[in-house]
């Protein structure tokens, strides 16, 4: 893999962008412990005050030209009026909130993990990526605009909600508040994407891509529970519990859900196809529609692009198993989580596994489930405008519509706009986002952030100041 900074261009743009004062208020913004606990009454929201007020200081045009209001809990919606009605607005959305670091790993940053530290070239600490630097960039790029004479034709909101990493609620809240003001909007931005990343899985080795996140997965915790009386092992007649929900687990994954190419995935096919080098995809990519039963194929034996083309299955729980060797476990229970694939649902996942269990001593509930989002618009202005900006500062490197196999927020939005896009400016090397994103060391290098910067005022600038 190139080094990350070896696709960056036009880093001569906004000659005067204050990096390093915005590296600083990147700094002081992680500084705050904004940690949402699922058990709200556990959040120490002065942590979140601190970020407000920190917030309201360092961006005065853009406190000057909108308003900034608190909704829900903790949650902050700007808004930039636009001059022009007839544009509907756009939305740049992030989350305030990042998850706690793992007990006992506290040791191993290299710099605090609410330190903030800027050393090396990076702005290091919790939410360097996920996704303070998104917040903060975006309040940049408005402030840089605004103070150098910006008139926004196009509304623009900022809107970060609180407790991305845990209920959703203030996204949520966000949403709703926009509905009840009859707002509708022409798109929407939030985190996703922010890699770049060796498209050989594509059969294109020797180019790069980066995804637009055009939807995410769903998501379903089904517990699946069998009831037994337990008892010595030297009578097990009818089976014990344990041997019941394992033929159950069993059964569950010798039944995969289709292998499809869903319409995310044939545009990525038709947007890589002029870089395919390798077969059998540069065949099957001529005519990607046609081939489409082929290339979902190839993608489910292949790692990276697996969970791409269908509903996953991985049991991660099991409990109650008998402490003793000879004595039968007596209830048991085990979780079973899927991501499911766009076109399908959760009520879809059960229909279908309760035919493959077809057991009724065994019993199943979801925990939580949710259907997937619905997908993104890529042949409109929104995606248009993202990826006309990206590509200007990113050289050598082919957008292609993706998805996301976990989840954010966005969808929330979904009620207010066809075109919920996710994909950060941010980029940071896959292993510095695999290692540090809800891990350790979480960093993002200097020029990284300041590049991201540029494509959010760039992009700001087209969509809404001069539209
Ligand atoms: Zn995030």
């Not at 915005?22 to 929201?45: E, P, V, W």
């Not at 980066?210 to 069998?226: F, Q, R, T």
């Not at 096919?269 to 082929?294: M, S």
Request: charged content about 20%; overall charge negative; glycine content about 8%.
């Amino acid at each position: 893999m190139k080094d990350i900074h070896a696709f960056f261009d036009h880093e001569e743009d906004y000659p005067d962008l204050d990096a390093a004062g915005a590296a600083g208020r990147l700094s002081r913004a992680i500084q705050c412990k904004t940690i949402n606990c699922a058990d709200h009454t556990r959040t120490d929201y002065a942590e979140f005050d601190k970020l407000h007020a920190l917030i309201r200081e360092s961006y005065p045009c853009v406190m000057a030209a909108g308003t900034c209001e608190v909704i829900g809990h903790h949650s902050l919606l700007i808004t930039l009026p636009g001059s022009d009605a007839a544009l509907r607005p756009c939305l740049f959305m992030s989350h305030q909130d990042v998850v706690p670091v793992v007990e006992g790993t506290e040791g191993d940053w290299t710099y605090p993990a609410f330190s903030g530290a800027i050393a090396e070239g990076y702005v290091w600490g919790r939410g360097a990526l996920d996704i303070k630097n998104q917040v903060f960039g975006c309040l940049e790029a408005a402030e840089y605009l605004l103070s150098h004479g910006g008139a926004f034709r196009r509304t623009v909101y900022l809107s970060f909600g609180d407790d991305e990493e845990t209920l959703n609620l203030g996204a949520q809240a966000l949403a709703k508040t926009l509905q009840s003001r009859g707002v509708e909007l022409e798109f929407v931005l939030d985190e996703g994407g922010g890699k770049i990343e060796n498209a050989a899985a594509y059969g294109a080795p020797e180019t790069y891509l980066s995804p637009v996140d055009l939807m995410e997965k769903g998501y379903a915790d089904l517990e699946l529970c069998v009831k037994s009386a337990g008892g010595h092992s030297s009578r097990p007649f009818g089976g014990t519990s344990l041997g019941r929900l394992s033929q159950a687990i069993a059964r569950i994954v010798d039944h995969p859900f289709p292998v499809r190419l869903t319409p995310v995935m044939k545009g990525a096919f038709r947007a890589i196809a002029p870089y395919v080098t390798q077969e059998p995809l540069k065949t099957l990519v001529q005519d990607v529609e046609g081939n489409a039963g082929a290339i979902a194929r190839y993608c489910y034996e292949t790692r990276p692009l697996f969970p791409f083309v269908t509903t996953t299955i991985a049991p991660t729980v099991i409990r109650g198993s008998s402490e003793a060797c000879n004595v039968m476990p007596q209830d048991m229970s085990a979780v079973v989580n899927f991501r499911i694939a766009e076109g399908e649902t959760a009520d879809e996942v059960l229909a279908h596994v309760r035919a493959a269990v077809a057991d009724d001593t065994v019993s199943m509930r979801f925990l939580q489930s949710n259907d997937p989002s619905a997908t993104a618009r890529s042949d409109g202005y929104g995606y248009r405008m993202l990826t006309a900006s990206m590509g200007r500062y990113f050289r050598d490197v082919v957008f292609v519509p993706s998805l996301t196999a976990g989840a954010t927020d966005a969808h929330h939005y979904e009620i207010l706009c066809d075109t919920c896009l996710r994909c950060s400016p941010f980029m940071a090397p896959p292993e510095d986002v695999a290692r540090g994103v809800h891990g350790t060391d979480e960093r993002i290098s200097l020029r990284a952030y300041a590049q991201g910067i540029r494509v959010l005022i760039h992009l700001m600038d087209a969509a809404a100041v001069h539209p």
